[in-house]
């Protein structure tokens, strides 16, 4: 499947509403800039990347982390609708340096009725004592991990689970979803930088102008 490059804007901590479909075409980091008017950290999107691709994944979330989700923190609305935090208790870590007990942060939320509201399509709310793996992006302003929406919450009973078909990183002949994300920071895809752009190959000119006749030299004129 080929996937044609984009620009489009991931908020951290205050994620904007972007459809990620299973499978589909999202995203890339490049670079954090200040949205002054909601005071939310953006990451500027500017080259493909499939989240259902471990190696992307892997290389889009500056934590990846198995951890427990112990209690709903509340909801905070930045501008684009509501967001859920949750305290996730962290029990291994496969990139970065999250410890202890982690405020993580999620698209969506539920309004005054009760209604679920802003939750990207095929993705869902956390539930509180279930396990996850987490692919996140930290939020300074709001000190807490923003997942990536959809593929960045995958509900996993137990780093020991049976993951077929990941490789088999500890060599015991039984891969577990611990040698899967292993396997993806391992090998995860570098997304800091788009490829540069292919440099435009100049046309001639379909009717080029004559060559001008020259001038008769003062000297030959009798």
Do not use: C
Not at 5 to 25: E, H
Not at 85 to 112: H, I, L
Not at 178 to 183: H, I, L
């Amino acid at each position: 499947m080929t996937l044609k490059r984009k620009t489009v804007l991931i908020a951290v901590g205050a994620a904007l509403a972007v459809a990620v479909g299973v499978g589909g075409s999202v995203l890339h980091q490049e670079v954090n800039q200040r949205n002054e008017a909601a005071t939310t950290s953006h990451v500027s999107l500017t080259h493909d990347a499939d989240f259902s691709d471990d190696a992307d994944l892997a290389g889009a979330a500056e934590d990846l982390f198995y951890g427990k989700v112990t209690a709903l923190k509340g909801q905070k609305d930045l501008g684009i609708g509501p967001e859920t935090q949750y305290a996730v208790e962290v029990q291994r870590v496969f990139k970065g340096d999250v410890t202890g007990v982690v405020v993580v942060n999620q698209q969506g939320g539920e309004d005054e009725n009760g209604d679920v509201v802003n939750l990207p399509a095929d993705d869902a709310l956390l539930e509180v004592g279930k396990r996850y793996l987490f692919a996140t992006k930290y939020n300074p302003d709001h000190r807490f991990n923003t997942v990536i929406p959809v593929h960045g919450d995958v509900p996993v009973p137990d780093t020991d689970a049976p993951a077929p078909g990941a490789p088999d990183m500890n060599g015991d002949g039984q891969p577990t979803m611990s040698d899967r994300w292993m396997a993806a920071v391992q090998n995860q895809n570098d997304l800091s930088t788009a490829p540069p752009d292919e440099e435009p190959t100049e046309e001639p000119d379909e009717d080029p102008d004559e060559d001008p006749i020259p001038e008769s030299s003062p000297t030959s004129r009798l």
